[in-house]
């Protein structure tokens, strides 16, 4: 372990110089205490005790009852039985100070000596990064302020007082070891070939483990001065420059700290001595009574001795669980609730009965029996039968219900009649992603295998995963085939001749999750849409019918007239289905220190992983979706470090996540082991937020606010398949925007959907689409404007190839294959492997896109899958893979990285009216260069700065650009605003008011973004570049997507709203 070493405090930037290292360890820490007491030590030696104001404002407490959502009062801590729990002591918010005219008995004046001790030489550790806060560390320099010897029991006692600011355990050692290679020194960090990590050992069963001492109420903040004045400046959140070098710690803001925490600690002695008080009980006998509880204990003495938190946990986990209100109170009563259901945060929606409906036609006996043998149905819900009944009356359906309604049962039934009617009937079933498509073509048929004469009847699917040898066959025979937007675009249009017969035998077309066809990529789905229809009617089939199901949205309606070009839409938007009683509830993560708003919202992904595990080992069947693949990974890894802590080492094999990346055979046993019933929990991002099969679910947790409501509400609606009660939970994370609805939480059950836009004016979409059905079929103005719009005649005239019969043929730059030239979604071909060679076993992890790969994997980086680290050991980008190995560390990664983004032609310029400056449009080139990583451990402390050597990307893309006028320079120069923040604040602004001239949805033009401090700088520096306002097309290509090409064209009313 690595010793204490002495700490530096100044109120200016400290220039460190290297020091002799030591072997006499005593020294070191003679040292540190020599430096601590210089620095608040009196001339007697004793200990100076930091100011303490008469009072502290407070926001809350920990024994104020606080109003729940039942509207009954609740103590923030309750007692618990005899033996299971730690004692409930009467304890106030650290705000707050408690004042007593009781005088403290000596015993308690001693253990304020040992605090002020411990929280002096404490917050001196923590000002050096590599050093762990042992108990071993700490010990010998507090025994030599305090000039006795520090005990175990003392400190569990102090922790008993004040258990929410001390986390006082055994801990791995191996977790806490940091091997640095190289100076401490180096302010630019090191650079990979300096870089080592601790193999892991053969486990032999020996773990040894160190007593680890530290404060959670919030980290000592980080001085950073003012380039120019050389003042204290406020340090950002994000990592930036002034990370890169170890932090320097002023005087006063140590001082502040520890007085703060005296403070806290000076109240809660007061209110242990009131409490004793009016208890009629010894004082000191009763804290030495009840800080038994808080004495750690090794893992080796801990099997024997079940924890609190344990003791109300079933031994196995439950094949019947309780019902969600009573394992909610459990979970309320245990010690580490301290009401993080915000106030008006939970609410009940009661159970709904089925509402039953009655088709207008008979169904077949087999039809019958199939529905009944496979799903016992023997009624349809309303909805059901009202969707069914619109679509034999020969109109496009469109079904807009929860989740779990049964929507699939609409486009099922109607296809199994017309096969029975029409043996020749085709259906093409549409779905968004590959597993839903695997995932109907399972359901569709099982219920062929129950109907006599249809059991042979080929329903397959047809994608990119699809054997070439199996294709034609398939397109041949096959009554049903499961598709998505991309083979059709790429594959079955252009090849209409080989697709003919079922094109003309076509009496079904499905869309399921039609929400997901919104903004850009629902304007390509919109284009194949029409190109389909258009190729029907070529072929004679005018009798297409369209079926959509969708999420609740805004719109409904109105998108699938967009969607598929068609004037007459029934809507069915009435749900049948019945629901169990469901439990919603706003869980907000608490403070460090819960009465100290100050010390930062804690770590939302520990909070999130007590909260599944004690769901989990319930016997609640629980998912857990995040915002990025990156939080899926560090989830799961929390939840396994939780199942660890409480001992539940057997259930860590039953919780895995899923999120895109992992191999396709990976995700379909993910899927069957979670249908199985095998998983009793899963971490994934939104790939499951769509509605794929992985049987019922009692729990959804979301960590953190979605991007929309509707997809919050969308995630919500996984819980509760069986029609028993069930709970979705939002966890608030420290972000702006979920500390609004935690404060505001009846808008996530009022505000209403967004409505879902569809650009079908976007003229770089038009034209790719267009050429593509022109080498279809060539174009035929009249005929074909009803398709592609009133924009059609002018398009054919400039852009495409006219021939003496008036038709106009593709332009042969789209040549030879118009659909391969037309990206439909932002979809990439290149991918890294990333190959686990841990005692060279050489398999495939997973593969991983190239756009994500080199911010993912370098050098010397940490590689999370499985919740598991592997350090990255090899990264060979010219042969596109990684090689990783399986490590046990306590920390991650985070890439340091810069965009540029550069102008490269112009095409074409607009002068902007009233002003001399113009708007400029063309080419954008994109250079993306990873050149370092940082080390950060689970409280987003930097441990390391490391450099890496990888080479730059270069992307390519369409954009706009504005260069600032000199005058606007001057005025931001005269009244000393930062002219570079000024100019990337800009940016942002006309970026957030693009919605209001081109339909597009966040992310879907981008800009530069650059640190303040490198742009206009004094020196020379390698990036040279005007005071300009640059915005490029994120997706498309090399030819965009047409976004910002509209947004220039808009740019004059855009500078103007922007004003």
């Known amino acids: 372990m690595p010793r204490l070493k002495a700490a530096t405090v100044s109120d200016q930037t400290v220039r460190k110089r290297k020091r002799k290292v030591r072997d006499d360890d005593e020294t070191e820490e003679a040292a540190l205490a020599t430096e601590a007491q210089n620095e608040v030590i009196g001339p007697d030696g004793s200990l100076i005790e930091p100011h303490q104001p008469e009072t502290v404002e407070s926001t809350t407490t920990t024994t104020v009852a606080t109003k729940t959502h039942d509207g009954g009062k609740k103590p ?38 040992v605090h002020r001790a411990m929280n002096m030489v404490y917050t001196f550790l923590c000002t050096r990064k590599h050093l762990a806060t042992t108990l071993d560390n700490l ?51 090191r650079r990979t070939t300096d870089f080592a990590i601790l193999e892991p050992e053969p486990d032999k069963g020996e773990h040894k483990e160190v007593l680890l001492f530290e404060f959670i109420d919030g980290d000592l903040k980080r001085q950073v001065t003012d380039k120019k004045t050389g003042e204290p400046t406020k340090a950002t959140t994000k990592l930036r420059n002034e990370d890169l070098k170890m932090p320097v710690y002023s005087q006063k803001q140590m001082m502040n700290l520890i007085e703060k925490r005296n403070v806290k600690f000076t109240s809660a002695v007061n209110a242990f001595l009131i409490q004793c008080a009016e208890e009629v009980v010894d004082a000191v006998e009763k804290i030495k009574e009840v800080s038994k509880a808080y004495i750690p204990i090794s893992s080796e003495s801990r099997e024997s001795t079940p924890g609190p938190e344990r003791s109300l946990i079933p031994a196995t986990i439950p094949a019947e669980r309780k019902p969600i209100p009573e394992i909610l109170n459990e979970i309320k009563s245990l010690e580490w609730y301290t009401g993080q259901i915000v106030p008006d945060g939970h609410r009940v929606f009661d159970p709904q009965e089925p509402v039953y409906g009655d088709l207008n036609f008979a169904m077949s006996q087999n039809l019958v029996n199939a529905l009944y043998n496979t799903r016992n149905i023997t009624q349809l819900y309303a909805h059901q039968a009202e969707a069914i009944n619109n679509l034999y009356d020969g109109h ?170 068609v004037d007459e839409v029934k809507l069915t938007d009435f749900d049948g289905s019945p629901s169990g009683r469901k439990e919603f509830v706003c869980w907000n993560t608490p403070f460090k220190d819960p009465g100290d708003p100050t010390s930062g919202r804690g770590d939302c992904m520990a909070e999130t992983a007590k909260l599944f595990c004690q769901l989990m080992l319930r016997g609640v069947r629980a998912i857990a979706f995040c915002r990025v693949r990156k939080q899926c990974e560090a989830l799961l890894a929390a939840v396994k470090t939780e199942l660890t802590n409480l001992e539940r080492t057997e259930v860590i094999p039953r919780v895995m996540s899923y999120r895109g990346g992992y191999t396709p055979q990976d995700r379909r046993e993910i899927e069957r082991e979670m249908f199985d019933g095998k998983l009793c929990g899963i971490v994934a991002t939104s790939a499951l937020e769509l509605g794929v099969d992985i049987g019922s679910l009692d729990a959804v947790v979301t960590v953190g606010f979605p991007y ?28 702006p925007t979920d500390q609004h609805y935690m404060s505001n939480p009846d808008e996530i059950f009022t505000k209403p959907n967004c409505a879902l836009q569809v650009d079908l004016e976007n003229m770089l979409v038009l034209e790719g689409h267009v050429q593509c059905a022109a080498h279809e079929l060539p174009i035929n103005i009249e005929a074909d404007t009803p398709y592609f719009g009133p924009l059609l005649p002018k398009l054919a005239r400039e852009r495409m190839r006219l021939d003496r019969d008036g038709f106009y043929h593709v332009n042969t730059r789209f040549l030879p294959q118009p ?115 940082f080390k950060i451990d689970k409280r987003r402390r930097i441990l390391d700065a490391v450099q890496v050597d990888n080479p730059p990307i270069v992307l390519h893309s369409k954009g706009m650009w504005l260069d600032v006028p000199t005058s606007a320079l001057q005025i931001l120069r005269s009244k000393r605003l930062n002219i570079a923040a000024g100019i990337h604040a800009a940016e942002h602004a006309l970026l957030s008011l693009m919605p209001n001239f081109v339909i597009s949805l966040p992310g879907d033009v981008r800009t530069e973004c650059k640190v303040p401090e490198k742009e206009f700088l004094a020196k020379d520096s390698l990036r040279k570049r005007p005071a300009r306002l640059t915005f490029y097309d994120a997706k498309g290509g090399a030819n965009g997507s047409g976004i910002s090409t509209k947004a220039f064209e808009f740019v004059d009313e855009l500078l103007q709203q922007g004003r």
């Open 76 to 113: 923030r801590r309750t007692s618990k039985k005899k033996n299971t729990s730690k004692p409930n002591l009467a304890r106030h918010g650290s705000s707050t100070l408690v004042e007593t005219s009781i005088p403290w008995p000596e015993h308690f004046t001693k253990l304020a000596q």
């Open 139 to 189: 010990k010998s320099t507090v025994e030599g302020n305090l000039q006795r010897e520090l005990v175990i029991e003392d400190v569990a006692q102090i922790t008993a007082l004040i258990p929410k600011a001390i986390n006082f355990a055994y801990v791995d050692e191996a977790m806490l070891q940091i091997n640095l290679m190289g100076s401490e020194d180096n302010l630019k960090g």
């Open 396 to 565: 496009n359906v469109i079904v807009s219900t929860s989740t779990s309604s049964g929507k699939s049962l609409i486009y099922q039934i109607p296809v199994l009649h017309q096969l029975e009617q029409e043996p020749n009937t085709r259906a093409m079933y549409i779905f968004p992603t590959k597993a839903l498509a695997q995932d109907q073509r399972k359901s569709m048929k099982e219920l062929l295998r129950f109907m006599p004469g249809f059991e042979e009847v080929l329903v397959e699917t047809f994608d990119g995963d699809t054997p070439m040898s199996d294709r034609n066959y398939i397109r041949d025979e096959a009554r049903i085939i499961f598709t998505n937007p991309d083979m059709l675009h790429i594959t079955i249009l252009p090849q209409e001749e080989a697709w003919r017969s079922f094109l003309q035998n076509l009496r079904f077309v499905v869309v399921d999750e039609l929400h997901v066809y919104n903004g850009l990529f629902g304007a390509h789905m919109a284009f194949i849409m029409r190109r389909l229809r258009r190729i029907c009617a070529a072929v004679g089939n005018r009798h297409v019918k369209f079926i959509s199901c969708s999420a609740t949205v805004a719109n409904p309606e109105e998108h699938m007239k967009t969607i598929f070009g």
């Open 708 to 735: 929309t409501i509707a997809n919050l509400r969308q995630q919500s609606g996984r819980a509760g398949r069986r029609n028993k009660d069930s709970l979705s939970v939002l966890v608030g994370d420290c972000f």
């Open 819 to 933: 659909s391969r030239t037309v990206a439909i979604r932002d979809t990439e071909e290149d991918h890294f492997a990333i190959i686990d060679i841990t005692h060279n076993r050489n398999v495939v992890l997973e593969e991983l896109e190239a756009s994500r790969a080199f911010f993912t994997l370098y050098d010397g980086g940490i590689f999370l899958h499985q919740g598991n680290t592997y350090l990255v050991k090899e990264f060979h980008p010219d042969r596109m893979l990684a090689k990783v190995e399986l490590v046990k560390v306590d920390w991650t990664t985070q890439q340091r990285d810069y965009t540029d983004i550069d102008p490269v032609e112009t095409q074409a310029i607009r002068r902007i009216p009233g002003s001399h400056s113009k708007a400029f449009f063309g080419p954008i080139k994109i250079t993306q260069v990873v050149y370092g990583f």
